[in-house]
């Protein structure tokens, strides 16, 4: 059974930098032809995809975030981490991380981020 696991602070102050780490097991990042993928949810809104992470470490960015965002990882520890830069209130989210394959199989539980001096 693989699981996911959201790990960072949940309050982070405008203009700095927010980083999360999503922590694998049950299974390996680096398993061939899976995306890594970091999705939000902020309040009252829908589901917004921000980028992913591949097997082979390619990363791939929304285009609407692509500037501030930055996903890497770390196969030793088996997690990959999501970094997003000059944060706004706007930011304001639960953020997920999910494994694709086609489809989204296995989601983490989210975390709320607040964005707020």
């Known amino acids: 059974q693989v699981q996911l696991q959201e790990s960072g602070p949940g309050l982070v102050k405008p203009s700095q930098t927010l980083s999360l780490t999503c922590t694998v097991s049950?299974?390996?990042?680096?398993?061939?032809?899976?995306?890594w993928s970091w999705v939000r949810q902020p309040p009252g809104k829908g589901l917004e995809w921000m980028g992913a992470?591949?097997?082979?470490?390619?990363?791939y960015y929304s285009p609407s975030l692509k500037s501030r965002t930055s996903i890497s990882r770390d196969t030793s520890k088996n997690h990959f981490t999501l970094q997003l830069t000059s944060v706004t209130p706007e930011d304001t989210a639960v953020y997920y991380c999910?494994?694709?394959?086609?489809?989204?199989?296995?989601w983490g539980q989210g975390t709320q981020v607040t964005v707020s001096s």
């Open positions: 999910a494994r694709v394959r086609g489809e989204y199989d296995y």
């Open positions: 049950g299974g390996s990042i680096t398993t061939n032809y899976y995306y």
């Open positions: 992470i591949t097997w082979r470490g390619s990363t």
